[in-house]
């Protein structure tokens, strides 16, 4: 089975501080990917990923970051995290094209970040 | 652009009532169409798919059938239980590869709740 992880369930995090919200995923996926999720407006896109090094903005990248040094772990960054970002954040990743399941995104549990 | 559109919830239903979530969705071309569920406390799980028209997805006792000339994809059950308690999203994927492989697009999601 895949396992997609989070470094965190909860996290609270004050105002102007910079917070890394840490993925791992264990098959080997070129693709990743964060949403985030708040009520009434489902999940967003923020950044994905197809390749090591690669990064291409979502719907709604502005106040974060992305990095992908490594195949199996993407990193969201909050440069300097604001009340209004506050939210459950989702990681996902998928295979390559020409595989099996290969639109398929396996999700991880998630973080629950509150933002003082 | 492509969107989704499902139904507003929440839906509360009693044990054994059939179920219908309905899903519309806007893209060119022929898209790929999922229905992920999301139970409390947990991240979003792949509950089925359908790649072309006229497909039925099936899993766990739900279906929905991939309709081309409505542009739909309704998610059904005829006997619901108090398990399948969750929010359950409806999503596309436009597979234009690139660096957009397989982004997926979600609707806002529908919260069913079963009473026993």
């Known amino acids: 089975d895949v396992k997609v992880t989070q470094s965190s369930r909860y ?7 910079k917070v ?3 993925c791992v995923q264990d098959m080997d996926h070129e693709n990743m990917f964060w949403y985030r999720q708040d009520p009434g407006l489902g999940l967003r896109l923020i950044y994905f990923s197809y390749d090591v090094k690669m ?4 719907d709604i990248p502005e106040g974060y970051s992305v990095s992908r040094e490594k195949k199996e772990r993407f990193s969201l960054i909050l440069e300097s995290a604001s009340t209004n970002q506050t939210s459950m954040y ?3 990743s998928s295979p390559i094209p020409n595989t ?4 398929t995104q396996y999700f991880g549990p998630g973080t629950r970040l509150l933002v003082l | 652009g492509d969107s989704v559109t499902q139904m507003e919830g ?3 239903l009693s044990e054994e009532a059939f179920l219908t979530i309905n899903c519309t969705y806007t893209a060119t071309g022929y898209p790929s169409l999922f229905w992920y569920v999301q139970y409390p406390g947990e991240g979003l799980q792949l509950l089925l798919k359908a790649t072309k028209a006229d497909d039925k997805g099936s899993n766990k006792g739900f279906e929905a059938t991939y309709r081309k000339e409505t542009t739909s994809f309704h998610l059904e059950k005829g006997s619901v239980q108090v398990s399948d308690s969750a929010v ?3 999503a596309l994927s436009a597979g234009r590869g690139g660096g957009s492989n397989y982004k997926l697009t979600f609707g806002k999601g529908t919260l069913l709740t079963v009473n026993p």
């Open chain 1, 11 to 17: 996290l609270v995090k004050r105002t102007g501080e």
């Open chain 1, 20 to 22: 890394f919200l840490e």
């Open chain 1, 55 to 58: 990064k291409e903005k979502g």
């Open chain 1, 90 to 92: 989702l990681c996902a």
């Open chain 1, 100 to 103: 099996r399941n290969q639109e």
């Open chain 2, 10 to 12: 929440p839906v509360t």
């Open chain 2, 88 to 90: 359950y999203f409806c």
